[in-house]
DNA sequence: CGGTGCGTTGACATTTCTCAACTGTTGTGG
DNA sequence: CCACAACAGTTGAGAAATGTCAACGCACCG
C-alpha cells in the first residue's frame, strides 16, 4: 500500500474493508475528466495511466502508477470532480476500489488515518514540484538525466542498471520532448560511452556524468538569486 | 487565511493561538533547502517568493506567496525538510510562522482541522498538476496564454483585465522561458490587437484566441510585428 | 505470413536561447 | 534638486536546439 503503510494492522484492515476489487483489462477508461469522484484508487496489480488532453489532441502523461500506488486522493478530497483520464496500461490490472464518505468517517475518527494521508499528500506534493523543476529544465539532455538519476536503480559494480518500466513513448510524454529527441539523445550518450542501453533497461556507465548534465551542462555560476 | 478559510471562528482562533507574527524586509532569508522544517507559514502581508536553484545557477520559481496564502506545510509534514528557498519580496512582509508540532497536536484532536489541511492540500496537488500541463506544452504562446487564463480577471465589457501582480523576470522563469521571449511574444500579440500591455495590467481584448493559442492550435497565424 | 505499433534514423523548418546593446524607471547620495 | 547607479524590460541578430515530416526496421500477435 501506498503511504498508508506504517498504519497498524488494524487500522489497514478497516480501510480495506472499504474497498471493492476491481479488474480492467488493457485500455480500459476508469475514469475521465468531469466525472464525479466518489471514491479513491489503489494499484494492486498492472499499470494505470493518469494523463490529461489539450483540445488538439496533444496528451501529458500525469502519473505513471504500478502497484502500490494509489491515486484519485486529490479529486475525492478537493474539487469532487476528477480533471484526467485514467486508463489500465497492462493486461490483467487490478484496482482497490475505495469508498470516498465511509473512508472520510473513518478518517474523522482516528487521527492516525489522517496524519497518515495528509503525509502522504505532502510526499506526493514534493514529488510533482521536483517534476516542475524537471520539466523546467532547459535541453532535453538535462531532462532526461535527472530524470534518471530519480529512478530507482541497481548498482552492478560501478554501474548502475535501471528498468525503462514504460514505453519511451510514454517518457517523452512524461519530459515534454518528442520520441525523436529521446532516441537521439540516448544515441548520442551512447555514442559518448556514457550509458547502454538495452531493450528492458539502461545501464549508466558514467553517472557522474549524467549528474553534471543534469545540472546543466556546465558548472558555471549565472545568476545569483537577486535580492 | 488559506484553506483554513471556512473553518469555525474558535478553532481558527486556536490557530493563530500557535502563530508567531515575524516580519521581513525585501530579500530576507526565511528558509533554505535542507533546514528543518519546524512549522509552516501564512502570508500576512507582503510576498514571498519560494524557488530552487540548480548547481548551474538556474532558478526555478515554484511559488509567488501573496496575503492569504500558505506553504511550508509539504516539508513539514512530508519529509521533515524544506527543499527551496524561501525570500521575501516585498519590503513590508509579515507572515504567521505556525508551530508545526503543536499544530499536529491541534490536528489530532479536532477533525474539521484535518479535513481543511487535507482538502487543502489536495488543492494545491491539483493545481501543480495544471502548472505540470502548462509546462509541458510547446511554446512560448501556449505557454503563456495557458497562464494568463487561469489568472483571476476582472471582466471589462468584453475584455479581461488581468493584473500582472509579479515582475515579468518571474514569470517568464515561472513559465520556463526567458524574458526576452516573454517581451517578443507580449509584443506580437498586441500587434495582432489581441491584448493591450499596460505597465501594471493587461487588457485581454479577445480571449478567444488566447484559448485557442493555449490549447495548441494558434501556431497558425504568425506574423511579424505590424509597427 | 501479414498487420500493427514502437522505436529509430534522416533531412529540414522553426522556435527559442544567447549575447549584446539600449531605454526607461527607481532610488540613492552628493 | 540633480546626477548617477542599478535594475527591469525591450529590441536585434545569429546560433543552437528541438519539433516536424517521412521512411524504414523490428518485434509481437493474430
Known sequence: MPHLRGLPADLLGSVVALARLRRLSAGELLFAPGDRAKSFFVVARG????YRIAPDGAEQLVHYLRAGNSFGE???FGT???HAHAVAAADPTELLEVD???FLELFR???RLASALVSGLSARLVELVTRIEELALVGADARLAHFLLRQPARSVGRELAIAWGMRKKDLALQLA???ETLSRVLRRWQGQGWIRSERERLFVLEPERLLRTAEGGGAE???PPAS
Request: aromatic content about 4%; cysteine-free; overall charge positive.
Open 109 to 111: 475518527s482516528d487521527a
Open 221 to 223: 555560476v549565472r545568476s
Open 100 to 102: 470516498g464518505p465511509r
Open 177 to 179: 520532448i518528442t520520441p
Open 80 to 82: 469532487g470532480l476528477f
Open 74 to 76: 486529490p479529486a475525492l
Open 47 to 50: 499499470v494505470v495511466r493518469v
